[in-house]
Structure formats: C-alpha cells, structure tokens
C-alpha cells in the first residue's frame, strides 16, 4: 500500500523558513515524479513543485511561480523521503501543504500525468 | 498559464446525476484528471485521461472531454458523493494546473 506521511509544519512568524518533509512507503521510491501541492484555508488546490529523481540532470525542478525563488524542493531516495524548504514566508503561503506522487504514461500519441496517490497533509501557518 | 473555470456549486438529489463542467478553450487537446475531496481529507483521483478510473472507484464515476469543456457526471448520486470535486491538467509536463472547484451538495 502506497503511503505519504508529510510532517515539519507549524506556526511560523512572516519572513521566516520551514522544511516539510514527506516520507514515502509502499513503492519503489526513486522511480517516482513527487510533487507538494498546497491548500490554504476554505481555498482550492494549487499545486506547488515538483522534483524528478537525481537522475535526470536536466529540468529536475519545477515551481509555481508563486514561491519560485523562495521554496526549494528535494528529496533523498535512501531514505524514501521529500523535502520542501520554505524561505522568505508570506501570510498567503498559510495552508495545508500535501505530497503527491504522480503517476502516469506515454501512449505514443500523447503524455498523461495524475497524481495518484497523496498525503493526509501538514498544516503551514504565517503569522505575526 | 491557463484557467480552469468551473462553477462553485452544484446540487443534486439522491439517486440522480450530476454532471460538473470544467472548462478552458483548448481542454479538448489536453487529458484531463478529476479528484475528490472531502472536507478534512486529502484529494483522491477520481477520474484519469478524460474518462478512466482508478481500481475501487464506482462505475457510477464518468468523464468525457471534447472541444472547450471536460466533464465529470456522477450517476445514482449517494450521500457520500458529497464532496469537493477539481479537475486537472498539465500545462506541458512542467506545471500542473487544478480547476477552480466545485462543491456537490447533496439535497
């Protein structure tokens, strides 16, 4: 069974940082895109970064471009695990941040990608 | 970047059917994911490329996508299909794109 288990979230004070982490069970890990996707209160998803594995030297990161130059993700395939780390927090980064796998295949006409399982999530909160 | 428009509520009675539109002028070229999201909860995928489901979701579950709108429709709607419901894209393979929500309320 595939389990996410985000941890690492709390009250931070605006201009602060915060590292979430998300440990990863029941797959094989490092065959895996990782994505963190965040929902802030009463809002809807939006999805935050992404990281392929090691492996691939080139365009590994993705980022909205909302937290682009302030949040940084990565990942330790020995220990299963994802990171976020978050820099240079704003009150609108307040929400529940959850890990996602994403899963997905190319059918020779076209490349399909879904986030098929996710995390119970880790609640982020900026305030003064 | 680009917008998925859906609309904030839909209502339906028990045993009817819902159907919730997503939409965006070239989501016809895209594949389009769907998930559900009770309050509390995680997401949970629902509906992938357009109209195929994951292994324990009900074939009560369906979705179509043609020209500027994809939709998801819920068959002999149930109590427990009360829930929050957004589609997906990617926007490329770089950045992945959600729907702005629809809320199903079950009357």
């Known amino acids: 069974e595939v389990q996410l288990l985000e941890s690492g979230g709390g009250l931070v004070q605006p201009g602060g940082s915060l590292r979430l982490s998300c440990r990863a069970s029941?797959?094989?890990?490092?065959?895996?895109?990782l994505s963190w996707v965040r929902q802030a209160p009463g809002k809807g998803l939006e999805w935050v970064s992404d990281?392929?594995?090691?492996?691939?030297?080139?365009?590994?990161?993705n980022y909205a471009a909302s937290v682009k130059g302030r949040f940084s993700i990565s990942r330790d395939n020995s220990k299963s695990t994802l990171y976020l780390q978050m820099d240079s927090l704003k009150v609108e980064d307040t929400a529940v941040y959850f890990c996602?796998?994403?899963?997905?295949?190319?059918?020779?006409?076209?490349?399909?990608?879904?986030?098929?399982?996710w995390g119970q999530g880790t609640l982020v909160t900026v305030s003064s | 970047s680009f917008v998925l428009t859906q609309p904030p509520s839909v209502s339906v009675a028990p045993g009817q059917t819902a159907t919730i539109p997503c939409s965006e002028p070239?989501?016809?070229?895209?594949?389009v994911h769907w998930y559900q999201q009770k309050p509390g909860q995680a997401p949970v995928l629902v509906i992938y490329?357009?109209?195929d489901r994951p292994s324990g979701i009900p074939e009560r579950f369906s979705g179509s996508n043609s020209g500027n709108t994809a939709t998801l429709t819920i068959s002999r709607v149930e109590a427990g299909d009360e829930a929050d419901y957004y589609c997906?894209?990617?926007?490329?393979?770089?950045?992945?794109?959600f729907g702005t929500g629809t809320k199903v309320t079950v009357l």
């Open positions: 996602a796998r994403r899963d997905g295949y190319n059918d020779g006409q076209k490349t399909v990608l879904y986030l098929d399982s």
């Open positions: 029941g797959f094989t890990f490092h065959n895996y895109v």
């Open positions: 990281l392929r594995d090691s492996f691939y030297t080139t365009y590994s990161a």
């Open positions: 070239s989501i016809g070229d895209k594949s």
């Open positions: 490329d357009d109209g």
């Open positions: 997906q894209v990617w926007d490329g393979i770089d950045h992945c794109v």
